[in-house]
């Protein structure tokens, strides 16, 4: 045993006499990697055993084409079942057993069967399983909107609410949930309103599709050769495809253009009007025209280049001021010990402690589960399905996909929670050691969160749990858990170099990282307000911008609200250091496990102490900037 590792048992054995569950170091990592790896090898030697069931999870996996399409059957036929009992129960004789229960059982009950249709369209490496998946998704969403729409459910529903003859504050939530769902299809309205608010919506919808259908259709690329693109990362050339000629193709969707614009030193434009005796290409191409030159004094001042080459300065000045060279980074981010070393994070943070199960059934041998604990009372909290390597016909990004919902039955037994993480990294290999970029550690921190979310929610209505909670607030616990990422703290917790994982990143380079993050903020909050002005004329930012037009529709503002969310609870977390437990607990309880049956806005306040505040984002931004 090493002096430093003498002083770190004495410093465990010091805290386990305090009763503080305390953050504990690469040595905690490594017992974990050590862990995973004889589960990984013991799940190798029972590949031929009979596959364990999850208790309490009804979600299925490895169904074949013709299994899909009977369960959708299955789904479409109770669903209408239950519609129709609840339809038929007279308005002076609703009650919460004959009306709210069975709509509130049936949403429990159908919701990981539904997923269960659904998923294969993800993961499957069949196509004809993928097929039947997305002709079941079809089938069920085009039912679920007839549900949505049908006016004498929600009169029955509707009758209740009225009568106000709630069980608790999570029922009367529920109930009023159930309600604006449906009037916010119009079932509120006159019939000939309703018919005409319908026919816009089935517009906008067709409209919809036609529009992602065309983004993901697009395949316009512009060829270069190698010298073309001098000063993009060679791994960044690797990936990129060949035309016919042997030119690379760079195409127009936004990974590739901004890779272009940061990284590429070619300026042929400008050393066409330097040969011309010209002192930029500005001052060429103005010089035939009325303005005659292009210097004007401004209030912002002039710039010595065109905003075309804004990326590419900034991350020039990057380079300048943090030397920070992210193909070293990469060397010290093994994916086994970052997940090692996540584990561990949220273990401490939340009381959070994740098994892995050996022979689960699984859609793929990469696929791995693992049962969720509480750690101080064992309970089983759920269950965690991380799929992150890439394969051919799988789901192309990065996302958390809810398999089952938290939710009471009507027994009082609860159903837990179970989640899915679809990533597309590359697996370990004799040439590849399985090698995380930073931005990928980023980004699996930021599921993570999401996975958290999701396990740790105790609502009783599957509607509102999970992740199907306030739009604005489903991104906080993700940004929360990506904040550290940026502290020295943890970035040595999940670093080792891949050659001798003992060595992680080293101070000065932890702290460059976090002053990193947040150089030229100003430009890049600039860059948020811009989505948020009105569209100019002659301008179509949806072209370049999708998610203004599907997804983020009048609501471009949810990614900064979420990071000033995160960053006071981020701030308020670790206010006295990071081996105190307690308000990671209490944001767990307080603000995770309610889900959307109580207001996410009240939940944080009540987390807090105070009403949230823009204090610590602010400080974060101006603190660790230039």
């Given at each position: 045993?090493?002096?430093?590792?003498?002083?770190?048992?004495?410093?465990?054995?010091?805290?386990?006499?305090?009763?503080?569950?305390?953050?504990?170091?690469?040595?905690?990592?490594?017992?974990?990697?050590?862990?995973?790896?004889?589960?990984?090898?013991?799940?190798?030697?029972?590949?031929?055993?009979?596959?364990?069931?999850?208790?309490?999870?009804?979600?299925?996996?490895?169904?074949?084409?013709?299994?899909?399409?009977?369960?959708?059957?299955?789904?479409?036929?109770?669903?209408?079942?239950?519609?129709?009992?609840?339809?038929?129960?007279?308005?002076?004789?609703?009650?919460?057993?004959?009306?709210?229960?069975?709509?509130?059982?049936?949403?429990?009950?159908?919701?990981?069967?539904?997923?269960?249709?659904?998923?294969?369209?993800?993961?499957?490496?069949?196509?004809?399983?993928?097929?039947?998946?997305?002709?079941?998704?079809?089938?069920?969403?085009?039912?679920?909107?007839?549900?949505?729409?049908?006016?004498?459910?929600?009169?029955?529903?509707?009758?209740?609410?009225?009568?106000?003859?709630?069980?608790?504050?999570?029922?009367?939530?529920?109930?009023?949930?159930?309600?604006?769902?449906?009037?916010?299809?119009?079932?509120?309205?006159?019939?000939?309103?309703?018919?005409?608010?319908?026919?816009?919506?089935?517009?906008?919808?067709?409209?919809?599709?036609?529009?992602?259908?065309?983004?993901?259709?697009?395949?316009?690329?512009?060829?270069?050769?190698?010298?073309?693109?001098?000063?993009?990362?060679?791994?960044?050339?690797?990936?990129?495809?060949?035309?016919?000629?042997?030119?690379?193709?760079?195409?127009?969707?936004?990974?590739?253009?901004?890779?272009?614009?940061?990284?590429?030193?070619?300026?042929?434009?400008?050393?066409?009007?330097?040969?011309?005796?010209?002192?930029?290409?500005?001052?060429?191409?103005?010089?035939?025209?009325?303005?005659?030159?292009?210097?004007?004094?401004?209030?912002?001042?002039?710039?010595?280049?065109?905003?075309?080459?804004?990326?590419?300065?900034?991350?020039?000045?990057?380079?300048?001021?943090?030397?920070?060279?992210?193909?070293?980074?990469?060397?010290?981010?093994?994916?086994?010990?970052?997940?090692?070393?996540?584990?561990?994070?949220?273990?401490?943070?939340?009381?959070?402690?994740?098994?892995?199960?050996?022979?689960?059934?699984?859609?793929?041998?990469?696929?791995?589960?693992?049962?969720?604990?509480?750690?101080?009372?064992?309970?089983?909290?759920?269950?965690?399905?991380?799929?992150?390597?890439?394969?051919?016909?799988?789901?192309?990004?990065?996302?958390?996909?809810?398999?089952q919902n938290s939710a009471l039955t009507i027994s009082g037994t609860r159903q837990i929670p179970v989640a899915l993480l679809i990533s597309q990294y590359q697996k370990d290999s004799d040439c590849n050691p399985g090698l995380l970029r930073f931005?990928?550690?980023?980004?699996?921190?930021?599921?993570?969160?999401?996975?958290?979310?999701?396990?740790?929610?105790?609502?009783?209505?599957?509607?509102?749990?999970?992740?199907?909670?306030?739009?604005?607030?489903?991104?906080?616990?993700?940004?929360?858990?990506?904040?550290?990422?940026?502290?020295?703290?943890?970035?040595?917790?999940?670093?080792?170099?891949?050659?001798?994982?003992?060595?992680?990143?080293?101070?000065?380079?932890?702290?460059?990282?976090?002053?990193?993050?947040?150089?030229?903020?100003?430009?890049?909050?600039?860059?948020?307000?811009?989505?948020?002005?009105?569209?100019?004329?002659?301008?179509?930012?949806?072209?370049?911008?999708?998610?203004?037009?599907?997804?983020?529709?009048?609501?471009?503002?949810?990614?900064?609200?979420?990071?000033?969310?995160?960053?006071?609870?981020?701030?308020?977390?670790?206010?006295?250091?990071?081996?105190?437990?307690?308000?990671?607990?209490?944001?767990?309880?307080?603000?995770?496990?309610?889900?959307?049956t109580k207001d996410s806005f009240e939940a944080i306040s009540d987390f807090l102490g105070r009403e949230p505040s823009i204090k610590a984002y602010i400080e974060n931004k101006t603190k660790y900037t230039l």
């Amino acid at each position: 045993m090493t002096e430093n590792e003498g002083k770190r048992e004495k410093m465990e054995n010091i805290k386990k006499t305090r009763g503080i569950i305390a953050f504990t170091g690469t040595a905690a990592v490594l017992a974990i990697a050590v862990n995973l790896v004889i589960t990984a090898i013991k799940h190798q030697k029972g590949k031929n055993a009979k596959k364990k069931d999850l208790v309490g999870s009804n979600v299925r996996v490895n169904l074949s084409a013709s299994e899909i399409v009977k369960l959708a059957n299955q789904i479409i036929a109770k669903s209408n079942e239950v519609h129709n009992s609840v339809a038929s129960v007279p308005l002076d004789k609703v009650t919460y057993a004959n009306v709210i229960s069975p709509l509130a059982e049936l949403q429990a009950q159908q919701f990981p069967l539904i997923q269960s249709c659904l998923l294969p369209k993800l993961v499957s490496t069949r196509e004809d399983v993928r097929k039947a998946s997305a002709e079941a998704e079809r089938r069920i969403d085009a039912h679920l909107d007839i549900c949505s729409k049908r006016e004498d459910v929600y009169l029955v529903v509707k009758s209740f609410a009225v009568r106000g003859d709630w069980i608790n504050a999570e029922t009367k939530s529920f109930v009023q949930i159930l309600v604006r769902d449906f009037e916010r299809n119009g079932l509120n309205l006159s019939a000939s309103k309703r018919e005409e608010l319908l026919r816009i919506k089935a517009q906008i919808d067709e409209l919809s599709i036609i529009y992602i259908q065309n983004l993901n259709d697009a395949s316009a690329f512009l060829p270069f050769n190698e010298a073309e693109l001098a000063g993009l990362p060679p791994e960044f050339l690797k990936g990129l495809d060949k035309s016919d000629n042997g030119q690379l193709k760079i195409s127009l969707r936004s990974h590739h253009v901004t890779a272009v614009l940061e990284f590429c030193k070619v300026q042929q434009r400008h050393k066409y009007a330097r040969l011309l005796g010209y002192s930029c290409y500005a001052e060429y191409a103005v010089d035939v025209r009325m303005a005659k030159s292009p210097t004007k004094k401004k209030e912002e001042g002039e710039f010595p280049f065109g905003i075309e080459d804004l990326l590419y300065y900034v991350k020039r000045v990057e380079e300048q001021n943090y030397d920070l060279d992210f193909s070293e980074i990469k060397q010290y981010l093994p994916i086994s010990l970052v997940l090692s070393g996540i584990f561990k994070i949220v273990q401490d943070l939340f009381g959070l402690r994740f098994e892995e199960i050996a022979g689960a059934e699984v859609w793929h041998c990469d696929v791995r589960v693992f049962s969720v604990f509480d750690l101080s009372s064992s309970e089983l909290l759920g269950y965690c399905y991380l799929d992150l390597f890439s394969r051919e016909g799988k789901y192309g990004h990065s996302c958390v996909v809810p398999l089952q919902n938290s939710a009471l039955t009507i027994s009082g037994t609860r159903q837990i929670p179970v989640a899915l993480l679809i990533s597309q990294y590359q697996k370990d290999s004799d040439c590849n050691p399985g090698l995380l970029r930073f931005s990928e550690v980023v980004s699996l921190f930021r599921e993570f969160g999401h996975v958290v979310q999701h396990i740790c929610n105790r609502a009783s209505f599957a509607r509102v749990s999970g992740i199907r909670v306030d739009p604005d607030f489903v991104e906080i616990p993700a940004q929360l858990l990506q904040n550290c990422c940026y502290e020295s703290f943890f970035l040595k917790l999940i670093s080792g170099f891949h050659q001798d994982i003992t060595k992680p990143l080293k101070d000065d380079l932890c702290k460059s990282i976090k002053r990193w993050r947040n150089s030229s903020s100003a430009l890049k909050l600039k860059q948020e307000i811009l989505y948020c002005l009105p569209v100019l004329e002659g301008t179509n930012p949806a072209s370049c911008f999708p998610f203004s037009v599907v997804g983020y529709e009048a609501a471009c503002y949810s990614r900064i609200w979420s990071e000033v969310f995160a960053a006071d609870i981020f701030a308020t977390i670790f206010c006295n250091g990071v081996s105190n437990q307690l308000p990671g607990l209490q944001f767990r309880n307080k603000v995770l496990a309610p889900g959307g049956t109580k207001d996410s806005f009240e939940a944080i306040s009540d987390f807090l102490g105070r009403e949230p505040s823009i204090k610590a984002y602010i400080e974060n931004k101006t603190k660790y900037t230039l």
